[in-house]
């Protein structure tokens, strides 16, 4: 779900779109817990999910709603951590309630999660992105 208004991609162009990213977020020695929120960790749509003692801080990821389109569509993708690895997810939901949605898609990353061992809080620094960035530098190519 793009939140846009209408949902168009396809759960199989939104893996390519995470393999991508994660690859180009390695380049930069940084992980998908830099820069999406941590369920049950970080402020933001993740905030309330995912926060049990067996999940909390285990799983990384983006939602979408749109809450007309589709009949309702609801979408989570992202990374969670288990005993036995980390394994990126996409889960596309329409056509019925959100809040259902939501709940189904809290229940079927727990279940993968138990399957692989249980769920892992990723190490991470808690420091906003905005305050990372602060620190930065910005170099420009002599000419």
């Known amino acids: 779900s793009s939140g846009l208004g209408i949902n168009r991609v396809t759960p199989q162009a939104m ?8 690859t180009d977020l390695t380049k930069f020695k940084m992980t998908f817990a830099d820069i999406m929120p941590v369920g049950g960790v970080d402020n933001g749509t993740l905030e309330n999910r995912f926060n049990s003692p067996l999940s909390l801080g285990s799983v ?4 979408g709603t749109l ?3 589709d009949g309702g569509a609801s979408s989570l993708a992202g990374e969670i951590n288990t005993r036995q690895g980390k394994l990126l ?3 596309f939901n329409q056509r019925g309630n959100v809040n259902s949605f939501r709940s189904f898609q809290n229940s079927y990353v727990n279940l993968v999660q138990s ?3 249980g769920g892992i809080p990723y190490k991470f620094d808690a420091t ?3 305050a990372r960035m602060a620190k ?3 170099s420009y190519p002599q000419q």
């Open 60 to 63: 990384v990821g983006k939602t």
């Open 89 to 91: 997810f996409v889960i």
């Open 115 to 117: 399957y692989f061992g």
């Open 136 to 138: 930065t530098r910005i």
């Open 67 to 69: 809450g007309r389109t």
């Open 15 to 22: 893996m390519k779109l995470l393999r991508a990213l994660r």
């Open 128 to 130: 906003p992105l905005e």
